[in-house]
């Protein structure tokens, strides 16, 4: 049974930062991508960010490059969003999401939601101006 834990949401000021970390257990794929979502109320599920599992490859919104930084630890089957100068559109719940269909050599990232097979429960990110 896949797991996908998150945890470190909670309320910053404007310009902060946070690091979201997302234990997983129980994925037995040969080749994964985990990614990072987000939804804010009242809008659709956004992609974030994502990294291959295998290979460490890193994937970006735009609105993610540059001040979102994605990476796993696999000792401890981890994957981490440090995010800084958070502001005004980044509140939401952030999500962890696990792709199990995700070639090992690929290069490219899916970014559609529906293609992510597993889902962490969500952390709520706030930020105060």
């Known amino acids: 049974q896949v797991q996908l834990v998150e945890s470190g949401g909670g309320l910053v000021q404007a310009g902060g930062s946070l690091r979201l970390s997302c234990a997983a257990s129980g994925l037995t794929a040969s080749s994964y991508a985990m990614g990072w979502f987000r939804q804010a109320p009242g809008k659709g599920r956004e992609f974030v960010a994502a990294?291959?599992?295998?290979?460490?490859?890193?994937y970006y919104s735009g609105s993610a490059e540059g001040r979102f930084t994605i990476s796993r630890d696999k000792a401890k089957n981890t994957v981490y969003l440090q995010m800084n100068s958070l502001n005004s559109e980044d509140p939401a719940v952030y999500y962890c999401?696990?792709?199990?269909?995700?070639?090992?050599?690929?290069?490219?990232?899916?970014?559609?939601?529906?293609?992510?097979?597993?889902w962490g429960q969500g952390t709520q990110v706030t930020v105060s101006s």
């Open positions: 990294i291959g599992w295998s290979l460490g490859r890193t």
């Open positions: 999401a696990a792709d199990s269909d995700y070639p090992i050599d690929s290069n490219t990232i899916v970014v559609i939601p529906d293609a992510y097979d597993y």
